[in-house]
Nanobody, 115 residues
Framework: QVQLVESGGGLVQPGGSLRLSCAAS????????MGWYRQAPGKERELVAVFSRSGSTNYADSVKGRFTVARDNGENTLYLQMNSLKPEDTAVYYC?????????WGQGTQVTVSS
């Protein structure tokens, strides 16, 4: 059973920073990829960043240059460093991981960017 637990969300002013964490149960080496999605009120869930097994990363155009995804293999944790936050980054952020058996989701963490 795969469990993903996100943390690190909160309220931050525009221009501020937050770091989200996604702790996985067991080794993250079993995942073909791990990534972050977000869903704003009234909008569809969208991909923010993905970290593949090979170590390559990919970002949504809207966050390129501001967000960085990183993986700590020893801690079985995926991170999302978010800098220069904007009000339009406000959303629930979800961790996602995939294996040959399926795709798994965390419960989400709220990020609110507001003055």
């Amino acid at each position: 059973q795969v469990q993903l637990v996100e943390s690190g969300g909160g309220l931050v002013q525009p221009g501020g920073s937050l770091r989200l964490s996604c702790a996985a149960s067991g080794s993250i080496f079993r995942f073909n990829y791990m990534g972050w999605y977000r869903q704003a009120p009234g909008k569809e869930r969208e991909l923010v960043a993905v970290f593949s097994r090979s170590g390559s990363t990919n970002y949504a155009d809207s966050v390129k240059g501001r967000f960085t995804v990183a993986r700590d293999n020893g801690e079985n944790t995926l991170y999302l460093q978010m800098n220069s936050l904007k009000p339009e980054d406000t959303a629930v952020y979800y961790c996602n991981a995939g294996t040959q058996f399926g795709s798994y989701w965390g419960q989400g963490t709220q990020v609110t960017v507001s003055s």
